[in-house]
């Protein structure tokens, strides 16, 4: 788009919702541009728990139509994305048979009680309300409970005070920022006039048009007929560009940390652990990539460029789980990565975080005479409402442009989520048919469909690069590395290491492969000797400062 284009929709920030929406507006045939002042899914959309979940939680605030969404979306999600979304069975430890119900019912009236234990009564009723709503598109089992002998047979480690379990199913998600470009790629396919750009800001609006500046490059503008504010956290800061100044945003932190830890992982089995921690705050652990991800903190905070996780939630998470599992040590070189974000969520006064809702809205700003167009901003929401949310906005932008809607994504398959094999005998079916026509090993293929999906065929044909292993990875090559460089957006080395792949966030990522993933980032993309030194030391300092990671 140089010079001064005309567009149908400027989407400005591209995280889950915005490149939700971004899909959704390009099936319609709506000519898009979306824009992020970093890389793709790199804010609060690539901090979450990684769970795709109903919101058991908001039940107790009387959340009740987000929790029917939440359901929905959440067995939409495991039918459309399923080589990235999985079931979880969730485990809830219970301490008490009747404790809760009278702050529960303060709380659902809207009270402000301070937290609470919550009882195997009270569980029991949320379950079966959670089942309730669950049961449309149902694609998992229901509830269970058992009694403190039974409970402690499947999961010794357990604090023994238990009185019961609750089991539940949820979801999980193993590449949450791939799953958001592959949403920017599957809406570039569906719409030839629309865009998209990374490390690119916004640095001016005047006379209806908006001047971007990215990274390496020229300046350009674009004239839209709307604008969609999907900047997160950033979304006041934003408007005040926009020349539509709000106060929207009352955002929290979450931190998390992975921790290395066999004996945790083999005793979860699969399962995760979503527990109440001393202070009443929901808490959960599971295993992700063979690691035990414990999350998260709930802090008022409303800085995100400079959010990270603090030692003093490092703390808060490894107290939790000591007090859960009494039986297990753990200590802080257990770490092997830390992350942290800010939930954009509405600006509230109310004194617990936990209380703040995570439901969402679209505020519309109308044009004025300043400025041409409207501007919709995208307030709260949660990771796994996006299709809806992303539905939702795609209407109300369809009635203003007085276009109507032509398909829906309700059914649509998200990236490899294409005709994916989901279970056992179609999985060796697809590799099979893949070894015939890509000629490649069976066993490589196998571990790119669990990466990519069913695009697993182009990584493994992809033909430019050497296609030997990274020094030290078990699994990454150098051609796959190099496929990703030249086809997925990549403007730095971070963006390799921490998004696109999972080579950081597994703690398997070191010094050697950082320096070989650089050479061959070098080579696709014309860097000097001096930016890729830059780029390697500028990945280190992100990583170990931020992420409390130690290269191997």
Same mark, same amino acid.
Not at 2 to 16: F, K, M, Q, Y
Not at 112 to 131: E, F, N, Q, V
Not at 316 to 344: C, K, N, W
Not at 421 to 448: F, K, Q
């Given at each position: 788009?140089?010079?001064?284009?005309?567009? @149908?929709?400027?989407?400005?920030?591209?995280?889950?919702?915005?490149?939700?929406?971004?899909?959704?507006?390009?099936?319609?045939?709506?000519?898009?541009?979306?824009? /992020?002042?970093?890389?793709?899914?790199?804010?609060?959309?690539?901090?979450?728990?990684?769970?795709?979940?109903?919101?058991?939680?908001?039940?107790?605030?009387?959340?009740?139509?987000?929790?029917?969404?939440?359901?929905?979306?959440?067995?939409?999600?495991?039918?459309?994305?399923?080589?990235?979304?999985?079931?979880?069975?969730?485990?809830?430890?219970?301490?008490?048979?009747?404790?809760?119900?009278?702050?529960?019912?303060?709380?659902?009236?809207?009270?402000?009680?301070?937290?609470?234990?919550?009882?195997?009564?009270?569980?029991?009723?949320?379950?079966?309300?959670? @089942?309730?709503?669950?049961?449309?598109?149902?694609?998992?089992?229901?509830?269970?409970?058992?009694?403190?002998?039974? &409970?402690?047979?499947?999961?010794?480690?357990?604090?023994?005070?238990?009185?019961?379990?609750?089991?539940?199913?949820?979801?999980?998600?193993?590449?949450?920022?791939?799953?958001?470009?592959?949403?920017?790629? /599957?809406?570039?396919?569906?719409?030839?006039?629309?865009?998209?750009?990374?490390?690119?800001?916004?640095?001016?609006?005047?006379?209806?048009?908006?001047?971007?500046?990215?990274?390496?490059?020229?300046?350009?503008?674009?004239?839209?007929?709307?604008?969609?504010?999907?900047?997160?956290?950033?979304? /006041?800061?934003?408007?005040?560009?926009?020349?539509?100044?709000?106060?929207?945003?009352?955002?929290?932190?979450?931190?998390?940390?992975?921790?290395?830890?066999?004996?945790?992982?083999?005793?979860?089995?699969?399962?995760?652990?979503?527990?109440?921690?001393? @202070?009443?705050?929901?808490?959960?652990?599971?295993?992700?990539?063979?690691?035990?991800?414990?999350?998260?903190?709930?802090?008022?905070? *409303?800085?995100? @460029?400079?959010?990270?996780?603090?030692? *003093?939630?490092?703390?808060?998470?490894?107290?939790?789980?000591?007090?859960?599992?009494?039986?297990?040590?753990?200590?802080? *070189?257990?770490?092997?990565?830390?992350?942290?974000?800010?939930?954009?969520?509405?600006?509230?006064? &109310?004194?617990?975080?936990?209380?703040?809702?995570?439901?969402?809205?679209?505020?519309?700003?109308?044009?004025?005479?300043?400025?041409?167009?409207?501007?919709?901003?995208?307030?709260?929401?949660?990771?796994?409402?996006?299709?809806?949310?992303?539905?939702?906005?795609?209407?109300?932008?369809?009635?203003?442009?007085?276009?109507?809607?032509?398909?829906?994504?309700?059914?649509?398959?998200?990236?490899?989520?294409?005709?994916?094999?989901?279970?056992?005998?179609?999985?060796?079916?697809?590799?099979?048919?893949?070894?015939?026509?890509?000629?490649?090993?069976?066993?490589?293929?196998?571990?790119?469909?669990?990466?990519?999906?069913?695009?697993?065929?182009?990584?493994?044909?992809?033909?430019?690069?050497?296609?030997?292993?990274?020094?030290?990875?078990?699994?990454?090559?150098?051609?796959?590395? *190099?496929?990703?460089?030249?086809?997925?957006?990549?403007?730095?080395? &971070?963006?390799?290491?921490?998004?696109?792949?999972?080579?950081?966030?597994?703690?398997?990522?070191?010094?050697? /492969?950082?320096?070989?993933?650089? &050479?061959?980032?070098?080579?696709?993309?014309?860097?000097?000797?001096?930016?890729?030194?830059?780029?390697?030391?500028?990945?280190?300092?992100?990583?170990?400062?931020?992420?409390?990671?130690?290269?191997?």
């Amino acid at each position: 788009m140089a010079g001064t284009g005309e567009v @149908d929709v400027v989407i400005l920030g591209a995280g889950i919702n915005g490149a939700g929406l971004f899909r959704d507006l390009c099936a319609q045939g709506v000519s898009c541009l979306i824009v /992020d002042k970093a890389d793709f899914g790199s804010g609060t959309s690539a901090a979450p728990s990684r769970l795709i979940h109903g919101g058991l939680k908001y039940l107790e605030t009387g959340e009740f139509g987000l929790v029917a969404q939440s359901t929905l979306e959440r067995n939409l999600l495991l039918k459309n994305a399923p080589h990235y979304v999985s079931p979880l069975p969730t485990v809830i430890p219970i301490f008490s048979w009747s404790k809760g119900m009278l702050a529960a019912l303060r709380t659902l009236f809207g009270s402000t009680s301070a937290p609470r234990s919550r009882g195997a009564i009270l569980i029991k009723i949320g379950l079966m309300i959670y @089942d309730f709503y669950g049961s449309r598109n149902q694609v998992m089992p229901r509830h269970r409970m058992v009694g403190r002998r039974q &409970a402690l047979s499947g999961m010794p480690a357990l604090n023994p005070s238990i009185v019961a379990t609750g089991t539940y199913y949820d979801a999980k998600i193993s590449h949450p920022e791939r799953l958001v470009l592959e949403l920017i790629l /599957d809406g570039r396919q569906a719409n030839a006039a629309s865009a998209s750009a990374n490390y690119t800001a916004l640095v001016k609006s005047a006379d209806g048009v908006l001047t971007f500046q990215p990274e390496n490059g020229a300046a350009f503008s674009v004239r839209p007929k709307l604008v969609v504010n999907a900047a997160g956290p950033w979304i /006041d800061d934003v408007n005040e560009l926009l020349g539509a100044p709000s106060k929207m945003i009352g955002g929290t932190k979450g931190s998390h940390v992975l921790l290395k830890h066999d004996e945790l992982v083999k005793s979860l089995a699969g399962r995760m652990l979503y527990f109440e921690a001393d @202070d009443g705050r929901i808490c959960l652990i599971y295993d992700y990539l063979g690691l035990a991800l414990v999350g998260s903190t709930d802090i008022k905070a *409303d800085n995100p @460029d400079a959010v990270r996780c603090e030692p *003093d939630e490092v703390e808060y998470l490894l107290d939790s789980v000591r007090t859960l599992l009494p039986g297990m040590a753990f200590e802080r *070189d257990q770490i092997v990565y830390a992350y942290s974000g800010i939930r954009p969520l509405p600006a509230s006064d &109310a004194s617990l975080p936990g209380l703040i809702s995570r439901d969402h809205s679209a505020p519309v700003t109308e044009p004025d005479r300043n400025r041409p167009f409207a501007v919709i901003s995208l307030v709260g929401g949660k990771w796994t409402t996006f299709r809806g949310f992303a539905e939702e906005v795609a209407d109300t932008v369809l009635g203003r442009l007085q276009r109507s809607r032509k398909v829906t994504t309700q059914a649509m398959p998200i990236g490899g989520g294409r005709d994916f094999p989901t279970n056992a005998a179609a999985r060796a079916g697809w590799l099979a048919l893949a070894h015939s026509n890509t000629g490649a090993e069976e066993r490589r293929l196998d571990a790119l469909l669990s990466r990519y999906g069913t695009r697993a065929t182009q990584i493994a044909t992809h033909g430019s690069g050497d296609g030997g292993r990274l020094p030290d990875s078990e699994s990454y090559s150098k051609s796959e590395i *190099d496929y990703i460089v030249r086809n997925e957006f990549v403007e730095h080395l &971070a963006d390799i290491v921490m998004r696109r792949s999972t080579l950081a966030i597994s703690g398997s990522l070191t010094g050697r /492969d950082l320096q070989a993933i650089a &050479a061959i980032a070098g080579q696709a993309l014309g860097w000097s000797a001096g930016r890729l030194a830059r780029e390697v030391e500028a990945a280190i300092v992100e990583l170990e400062d931020r992420n409390l990671m130690r290269l191997g």
